[in-house]
């Protein structure tokens, strides 16, 4: 699948006030204070990281061994240190295109997320060049998971629940600071081993804190909440809440497990979509999407929370550890399958490399 863009928002400086619960986009007080917490603790880090940017060209400090991968926004290289020879990943952000703002808030989400199994690990180091700033992680050399992810077959058998349950852990962290990550994918999940038994959340770039008012200024994506595609309940946008990632953790899983996309975008005139929420209010088997035709019970259950159109409704992330240790897909035949046996394939027409 080719790179699709991130979910394009319009961002408006600061979190929503403290007002009447209605006005809060669903955020509770509670939720929204927790958010301006982590607002406030992020600009006190940038501010210090400001001061401790190291003054050099990359290649001064840095031996360039080869690109790790490209996205929108950055190159990511691996390289070693000149003196110590430590193999590090070094994300390179122009500054033609990358505000020194936007560079600090990835920089210090990513510090501030700290050690977790889940997440890169940020060594705390930011450069800035002549042309660009850089900050340094840890190398994952596996590439993202979007390479394990084999179109109208999906990730190898086992591997969905690991990685649900990896990549659930690691939102549950980041949403327990008071953040949302926003920007869930598969380019964005590296994968540790050939097996891809273990897998690991990168670029926080669209991390900002809960509460954070957003509006779509893009198109919308498959990963994209349906909350997002529809018109802001304030006018200056959406405060951004944990369930903006656990749509897109419903929409990544369902990747993994069928090597399609659910729909081009959740929106109705989508006729994917379409087809998805008619099953939802009538859940007949004769009404089951296409591309749905693959999944167990199990699998049914958990993406049906976790996809759930009303926000407010919607399961959280840590909802995948429910489901865990049961079959996610059918064997041919219809019978439940053990995650684990080949020849497992979901029924649908887009395979996730195709027109994305
Ligand atoms: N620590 C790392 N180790 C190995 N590869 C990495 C690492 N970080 C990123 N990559 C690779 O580089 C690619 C681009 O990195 P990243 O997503 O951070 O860039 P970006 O410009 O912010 O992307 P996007 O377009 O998604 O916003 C990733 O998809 C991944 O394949």
């Known amino acids: 699948m080719p790179d699709k863009p991130s979910v394009e928002t319009k961002e408006e400086a600061g979190a929503a006030e403290n007002g009447a619960e209605e006005d ?106 002549a042309d660009s700033y850089s900050f340094l992680t840890e190398p994952v050399l596996h590439g993202d998971l979007i390479s394990f992810i084999k179109p109208k077959v999906g990730l190898p058998p086992g591997a969905a629940p690991r990685v649900a349950a990896q990549l659930a852990g690691a939102l549950e962290h980041l949403h327990g600071l008071g953040l949302v990550y926003r920007d869930l994918k598969p380019e964005n999940v590296l994968v540790c081993d050939a097996a891809c038994r273990r ?9 900002r804190p809960r509460g954070t008012l957003l509006r779509l200024a893009g198109p919308p994506l498959p990963y994209t909440a349906p909350e997002l595609c529809a018109p802001p309940p304030l006018p ?4 951004i809440r944990p369930g903006l990632d656990a749509w897109a953790l419903g ?28 099953w939802r209010a009538e859940p007949r088997a004769p009404l089951r999407p296409r591309p749905w035709l693959g999944l167990a019970p199990a699998a049914d259950a958990l993406l049906g929370g976790l996809l759930d159109p009303r926000p407010g409704d919607r399961r959280p992330v840590g909802s995948v550890t429910e489901y865990l240790g049961r079959p996610w897909r059918l064997r041919e035949g219809g019978e439940e ?9 979901g ?4 395979g996730v490399e195709e027109g994305e």
């Open 251 to 278: 929409v990544l899983l369902f990747c993994g497990l069928t090597g399609c996309f659910p729909w081009d975008r959740p929106l109705p005139d989508d006729p994917f979509y379409g087809d998805f929420l008619a």
């Open 236 to 239: 200056a946008g959406l405060p």
């Open 337 to 345: 399958g053990e995650e684990g046996e080949e020849g497992e394939e």
């Open 24 to 129: 809060l986009g669903g955020l509770t007080p509670e939720e929204l204070r927790q958010g301006q917490e982590a607002a406030l603790a992020l600009e006190g880090m940038m501010a210090l990281s400001t001061q401790s940017l190291v003054q050099a060209e990359v290649e001064d400090l840095y031996q360039l061994e080869r690109p790790l991968g490209q996205g929108r926004y950055g190159r990511v290289l691996l390289v070693t240190h000149r003196q110590k020879g430590t193999f590090l990943a070094l994300k390179q952000l122009p500054k033609a295109s990358t505000s020194l703002r936007s560079f600090l808030q990835e920089f210090c989400v990513g510090l501030w997320l700290g050690s977790h199994p889940g997440i890169v690990a940020a060594y705390g180091i930011g450069l800035e060049s």
């Open 199 to 207: 897998v690991k959340l990168a670029d926080f770039g669209h991390t």
């Open 347 to 350: 029924g649908g027409e887009r």
